[in-house]
């Protein structure tokens, strides 16, 4: 099995510029995903990252260091609408399409 | 418009009362797979499948029931639902190959 870490909750000002870590431990290991949940929402497709680096989407950036096992979501210029939850899921090895969700990172941005 | 849809929304049962929730997707992908959505618990996944006539069990299945007679539809059956089973319930879809999954709008599910 797997697990993934990461934090409940995180509080930003508008403007300014917020990471969500996630650390994983699986027993293989295809990918790294984000996704952003609104309050009573369905949640939506963030990034997604397999190789080791910086990928980048606009405002959101995500970064992943397989060696590590480590990760984060990078959201810049923070809006109110971005107050949401933001999971990172991967991939479990024992099938190509066993997906494990953390328990989410709720992020509340403030004026 | 490219969708997943989910019937019902809203359910409110008894216990043992046999229930199935719909999911159709209008994307032909080849992946489907059910989630549910506990507090402090996050996503966990219940079936999945790669493709018509193949499922498989994720992180919780019991008490769970799925087919995949048709690329397009994924319905999920409790067959003797109980209390344990009240949560947020979500179908997702994905092209084959790619980590992008399409939820749908999730149904609510209250087992008395």
């Known amino acids: 099995g797997q697990s993934l870490e990461q934090p409940s909750e995180v509080t930003a000002v508008e403007g300014a510029i917020v990471q969500i870590n996630c650390t994983y431990q699986t027993s293989g290991f295809y990918g790294l995903s984000w996704y952003q949940q609104h309050d009573g929402g369905a949640p939506t497709f963030l990034s997604y990252?397999?190789?080791?680096g910086l990928e980048e989407t606009g405002r959101f950036s995500s970064f992943l260091s397989r060696s590590d096992s480590y990760g984060y979501l990078l959201l810049q210029e923070l809006q109110m609408k971005d107050s949401a939850s933001y999971f990172c899921?991967?991939?479990?090895?024992?099938?190509?399409?066993?997906?494990?969700f953390g328990k989410g990172t709720m992020l509340l941005v403030s004026p | 418009e490219a969708q997943v849809t989910q019937n019902p929304r809203y359910l409110i049962t008894v216990t043992g009362k046999k229930l199935t929730v719909t999911c159709s997707q209008n994307m032909n992908h080849e992946y489907m797979s059910w989630y549910r959505q506990d507090p402090g618990l996050g996503l966990r996944q219940i079936y999945y499948s790669m493709n018509v006539e193949v499922t498989d069990k994720g992180d919780v299945p019991e008490g769970y029931k799925v087919s995949r007679k048709e690329k397009r539809n994924f319905p999920l059956i409790l067959e003797s639902p109980s209390p344990n089973q009240t949560s947020l319930y979500f179908c997702a879809s994905s092209p084959h190959g790619t980590d992008t999954q399409y939820f749908g709008p999730g149904t609510r599910l209250t087992v008395l």
């Open positions: 990252n397999a190789l080791d």
């Open positions: 899921a991967v991939r479990d090895s024992s099938g190509y399409s066993t997906l494990t």
